[in-house]
């Protein structure tokens, strides 16, 4: 596989129509596979640019601070709205993990 510049990535990506973006996007963030080797390719490098922004970077700053306020609020509104803060929690800590595995999730169309 070829480096890719973000450039090339962003031509690339930009020349997709919308439902193929979301489809590449949803596949990267779930964590399967995605259905052929270019949209491999486009997933890794996507993951690899959501890797590199600042929001993504300093999720441990953020993360815990929002968790923690989310369930205080929870707790003094209603105990739903606690199992709504925690699921949202789990879905980032999913999102993030998943990001990181794109490469070997999509390593058999990569070859």
Known sequence: MSAMT???????????????????????RIGRAQENSADAQLAVVFAAFQQSRSWYRRFWLWF???VVAGVI?????????????????????????????????????LA
């Open 6 to 28: 973000n450039e090339q990535f962003a031509q690339r990506w930009n020349a997709l129509n919308k439902v193929h973006r979301r489809q590449i996007r949803r596949l990267a």
């Open 64 to 66: 815990p601070v929002l």
């Open 73 to 109: 609020a929870g707790l003094a509104i209603h105990p739903l709205i606690v199992g709504i803060v925690v699921g949202f929690a789990a879905n980032a800590l999913f999102v993030r993990r998943n990001y990181s595995r794109v490469a070997i999730v999509n390593s058999e169309l």
